[in-house]
T-cell receptor
């Protein structure tokens, strides 16, 4: 069975500082991994995805994530935080083609300090 | 190309009433997933449907909840005799059908159900 753990339900960083949001997964097969962002009272927007191609994945808004099989991790980073990055971030995993249901982590709320 | 549409965006029901949530997938998409987000929690998978078929309902509560995706029209998530614990945001996602490759899901804006 697949599962996702996001360490840190709340993360605060200063504007211009590095953003690091942690995600570890458990999967019995090579996984597909995703990061989504959710702004207040809105739906989910895909930031980036790993689908077994390059292990370093670049997404929108300057975010990137690296798939590390040995550490079962898929941490999200951004070199320089912007005020507009304040939102909830969800890591998700899917295991199969044909039934791509997603298992989500509990989310990390990112606050940007001016 | 319009995105995934959900309506209503907000729904208020009293305990014991029925709630009907609608999801229109993106044009050309024939797969629909429903997820529920309880307050302060992540999204949890409920059901996966293709046109006229339920493929995976392993996340659906055993009672009061049902889903359909008819040949024509939107997908419907139906909750009978709602209780306060049903208050949540319900998200729909759709995906295309591409045999052999991963089918990305596109999410709608959600329906926020409040049970009084």
């Amino acid at each position: 069975a697949q599962s996702v753990t996001q360490l840190g339900s709340h993360v605060s960083v200063s504007e211009g500082a590095l953003v690091l949001l942690r995600c570890n997964y458990s999967s019995s097969v090579p996984p597909y991994l995703f990061w989504y962002v959710q702004y207040p009272n809105q739906g989910l927007q895909l930031l980036l995805k790993y689908t077994s191609a390059a292990t370093l994945v670049k997404g929108i808004n300057g975010f990137e994530a690296e798939f590390k099989k040995s550490e079962t991790s898929f941490h999200l980073t951004k070199p320089s935080a912007h005020m507009s990055d304040a939102a909830e971030y969800f890591c998700a995993v899917s295991e199969s083609v044909g039934n791509e249901k997603l298992t989500f982590g509990t989310g990390t709320r990112l606050t940007i300090i001016p | 190309n319009a995105g995934v549409m959900q309506n209503p965006r907000h729904l208020v029901r009293r305990r014991g009433q029925e709630a009907r949530l609608r999801c229109s997938p993106m044009k050309g998409h024939s797969h629909v997933y429903w997820y529920r987000q309880l307050p302060e929690e992540g999204l949890k998978f409920m059901v996966y449907l293709q046109k006229e078929n339920i493929i995976d309902e392993s996340g659906m509560p055993k009672e009061r909840f049902s889903a359909e995706f008819p040949k024509e029209g939107p997908s419907i998530l139906r909750i009978q005799q709602v209780v306060r614990g049903d208050s949540a945001a319900y998200f729909c996602a759709s995906s295309p059908t591409r045999g052999g490759s991963y089918n990305e899901q596109f999410f709608g804006p959600g329906t926020r159900l409040t049970v009084l």
